[in-house]
């Protein structure tokens, strides 16, 4: 069983950065892909991006290609997501979450066995 926790999140402005982080614990976590989604408000969750657990391969939605960077340290059980220029719809509760799969499809349609809570990240204009 493999536990998460993101933190990080907060109240930013418009162009603003944050750096999410999850701790994972209770698993091998360099055996596991990692993925970073979150939910508007109002709205379905939604795929922000991946990283698989051996190579590193990386997945981004398009809507924060170039502006969010997700990375992981496999000696601190750790996954990033490093948000620059934040703009006011990406308010939402992120989340992270684990999967021993590498397969980009499910990676991005959420195919994940392990979730973490959420932290909110609110971006005022």
């Known amino acids: 069983q493999v536990q998460l926790v993101e933190n990080g999140g907060g109240l930013v402005h418009t162009g603003d950065s944050l750096r999410l982080s999850c701790v994972a614990s209770?698993?091998?976590?360099?055996?596991?892909?990692m993925g970073w989604f979150r939910q508007p408000p109002g709205k379905e969750r939604e795929f922000v991006a991946a990283?698989?657990?051996?190579?590193?391969?990386?997945y981004y939605a398009d809507s924060i290609k170039g502006r969010f960077t997700i990375s992981r340290d496999n000696a601190k059980n750790t996954v990033y997501l490093q948000m620059n220029n934040l703009k006011p719809e990406d308010t939402a509760v992120y989340s992270c979450?684990?999967?021993?799969?590498?397969?980009?499809?499910?990676?991005?349609?959420?195919?994940?066995?392990?979730w973490g809570p959420g932290t909110q990240v609110t971006v005022s204009s």
């Open positions: 979450a684990a999967t021993r799969t590498s397969d980009s499809y499910f990676l991005r349609g959420g195919l994940y066995d392990y």
């Open positions: 209770g698993g091998t976590f360099s055996s596991y892909s």
């Open positions: 990283i698989t657990w051996g190579s590193g391969s990386t």
